[in-house]
């Protein structure tokens, strides 16, 4: 009995520090806990010879070393048979769940421009960055943590931590570092560096660049999360503004791979106070349950094994892929949602739809609109300012004007936003570009007008009605299109242009005509108007019409008196 305890004692012991230090998920469809199962047979059979000093090696040491020979043939075989898509490609391509088609306008809602974004995360990692130099004391302990965007009372930030930079820096601020950055993804000039909340300093204690039972995983581990695996550790923040680590636990459904998240885990940075939820009684403020990566591959999964393991290797009938690159996009409902393009497995310029996640519950919607990828969009974009050379950001697709969009940032060389693009999903080369989001957005109108789009402005918030006199109005023909430029009396700060499809009576306008129309708020002194009404045209039809019935009956009344005067003449003489 002493020598079972001695090398097995030994062995846990030397397996619990393993433990410690790798965190093995000990569950039966991940394979750590079983190579920590063999580790532990094999250092016990080790252990074992190495007390006892006979020349053979005994019983127990052999039966250990069989033990572990026997689990590690189990590892190397059984995944094979339960995991590989060549046995199992219906499972993976269903681990998505079911995926409806749905119409791109019927569900994605126009966007107010304000809430567009223009700041991606490497432009919030320099933001930030400057942010924190402001103030030396924090920037030589401290460095930002990983940006991910995020919902906060209704606005999109970035949010990242400051984090500790070394060991050293670690040691000599246990008790955690001074907050968290945050930068508006709508507004470059918003950023705030976050250190209180009502008034109490906030420490992030507890985070990856921490060590020992204050590095993040690991304290998760030891306070029992050691049955599930962890992914994507983000911080995010409630609406009051306290920060949180939010963690998707996940689990294999398809032998010892097949990721799926079940759960998250939801933990005070500060306090250390946990608490694990599953996906539906998750925290209405937590944004993201499914990890990225997971849900990528499960898309890739569901268009690969579309038909089969053989066809997706050999004829790939029907085969689809995602594009290159994926965001995290924001409904007009407040949800969260992981976009991706969709294209055919030859891999070109164009896309066949595209599918949108949620990022809680994993609902799938795929939308067939053919179109640019992300990519030819970008180069699009590129292209349209090529002599300044601009780098474009990855784009988010918007509702605009009832069109697919993508809209992207240009970025110089120093990676700050010179200019916005928004670029037609449906072709690439309709696209404008302005030195900002109103002025782009306001250009992108007149190209989708010039191509015959039939817009939509039911739902724009921006919208300025205005009447007014006409003081001086002329036409301009550019590219075989007549566009109408005008302005109103008193109102010089402005000057109006349209062409004759927003109104028939446009050719017909001159100056002193009363006029009432309609534009989208922009800070630029040109501004195109949506609708245009003349109510001196239809007036003057209208008085033209009077007169001439005032004329008509006067002539009535003259002819009617000659007729009198005539029957007089002619009474008169009968008489003689």
């Known amino acids: 009995m002493k020598k079972y305890l001695r090398s097995y004692g030994v062995a846990f012991i030397i397996v619990l520090i393993y433990a410690f230090i790798k965190l093995p998920v000990l569950r039966i469809d991940f394979t750590s806990g079983f190579s920590t199962a063999i580790l532990f047979f094999v250092l016990a059979g080790i252990i074992d010879m190495m007390f006892d000093r006979g020349n053979k090696t005994s019983k127990l040491a052999k039966n250990n070393f069989v033990i572990a020979l026997v689990l590690l043939v189990l590892v190397i075989a059984i995944p094979f048979f339960v995991t590989t898509p060549i046995l199992?490609?219906?499972?993976?391509?269903?681990?998505?769940?079911?995926?409806?088609?749905?119409?791109?306008?019927?569900?994605?809602?126009?966007?107010?421009?304000?809430?567009?974004?223009?700041?991606?995360?490497?432009?919030?990692?320099?933001?930030?960055?400057?942010?924190i130099g402001e103030i030396p004391a924090i920037g030589s302990v401290s460095q930002l943590g990983e940006f991910h965007?995020?919902?906060?009372?209704?606005?999109?930030?970035?949010?990242?931590?400051?984090?500790?930079?070394?060991?050293?820096?670690?040691?000599?601020?246990?008790?955690?570092?001074?907050?968290?950055?945050?930068?508006?993804?709508?507004?470059?000039q918003d950023v705030k560096l976050v250190q209180s909340l009502d008034k109490k300093p906030i420490k992030i204690k507890y985070q990856p660049e921490a060590y020992f039972l204050q590095d993040l995983h690991r304290y998760l581990y030891v306070k029992g999360i050691v049955n599930y695996g962890m992914t994507e550790f983000t911080l995010e923040i409630n609406d009051e503004g306290r920060p949180y680590w939010v963690v998707s636990l996940y689990e294999h459904k398809v032998?010892?791979?097949?990721?799926?998240?079940?759960?998250?885990?939801?933990?005070?940075?500060?306090?250390?106070?946990?608490?694990?939820?599953?996906?539906?009684?998750?925290?209405?403020?937590?944004?993201?349950?499914?990890?990225?990566s997971m849900v990528i591959d499960q898309i890739t999964d569901w268009g690969l094994y579309v038909k089969g393991?053989?066809?997706?290797?050999?004829?790939?009938?029907?085969?689809?892929?995602?594009?290159?690159?994926?965001?995290?996009?924001?409904?007009?409902d407040g949800k969260s949602y992981w976009y991706t393009g969709i294209t055919s497995s030859g891999g070109d310029e164009s896309t066949v739809g595209f599918m949108l996640v949620d990022s809680r519950t994993k609902e799938a919607k795929l939308y067939m609109q053919t179109g640019a990828t992300e990519t030819a969009a970008m180069t699009s974009a590129e292209g349209k300012v090529q002599e300044k050379n601009y780098q474009a950001t990855f784009p988010v697709m918007y509702n605009i004007y009832?069109?697919?969009?993508?809209?992207?940032?240009?970025?110089?060389?120093?990676?700050?936003?010179?200019?916005?693009?928004?670029?037609?999903?449906?072709?690439?080369?309709?696209?404008?570009?302005?030195?900002?989001?109103?002025?782009?957005?306001?250009a992108y109108k007149e190209a989708l007008e010039s191509e015959g789009e039939d817009l939509k402005f039911e739902t724009d918030v921006d919208t300025v009605e205005l009447s007014g006199t006409i003081d001086r109005i002329s036409a301009d023909v550019q590219d075989g299109t007549t566009t109408y430029f005008f302005t109103l009396k008193n109102n010089n700060t402005l000057m109006f242009k349209a062409t004759s499809k927003i109104s028939d009576r446009l050719p017909l306008t001159k100056s002193g005509d009363s006029v009432s129309i309609s534009y989208t708020k922009t800070d630029s002194t040109t501004v195109t108007i949506t609708k245009f009404e003349n109510s001196s045209i239809l007036n003057k039809s209208s008085n033209s019409d009077k007169k001439e019935t005032t004329e008509d009956k006067?002539?009535?009344?003259?002819?009617a008196n000659k007729s009198d005067q005539v029957e007089a003449t002619e009474g008169g003489n009968s008489n003689q």
């Open 88 to 131: 199992h490609a219906n499972a993976y391509k269903n681990l998505i769940g079911e995926v409806s088609e749905s119409e791109f306008t019927e569900d994605v809602s126009p966007v107010n421009v304000n809430d567009i974004r223009i700041v991606d995360e490497d432009m919030a990692m320099k933001l930030g960055e400057k942010k």
């Open 149 to 188: 965007i995020q919902s906060v009372n209704g606005e999109l930030y970035w949010v990242a931590p400051l984090v500790h930079r070394d060991i050293i820096k670690w040691v000599t601020n246990l008790d955690g570092t001074d907050g968290y950055v945050m930068v508006s993804a709508t507004d470059p």
């Open 255 to 292: 032998g010892f791979s097949g990721s799926d998240a079940v759960g998250v885990a939801v933990l005070d940075a500060q306090t250390g106070e946990l608490n694990v939820y599953d996906i539906e009684n998750a925290p209405k403020w937590i944004d993201r349950i499914q990890p990225q």
């Open 309 to 332: 393991f053989i066809n997706s290797v050999f004829t790939e009938e029907g085969v689809l892929v995602p594009t290159e690159g994926e965001s995290l996009v924001y409904g007009n």
């Open 402 to 442: 009832g069109t697919p969009t993508y809209v992207c940032a240009l970025k110089d060389k120093a990676g700050l936003v010179k200019s916005v693009a928004f670029i037609s999903v449906e072709d690439y080369s309709v696209l404008a570009v302005g030195n900002n989001k109103r002025e782009a957005l306001a």
């Open 554 to 559: 006067a002539s009535e009344k003259e002819e």
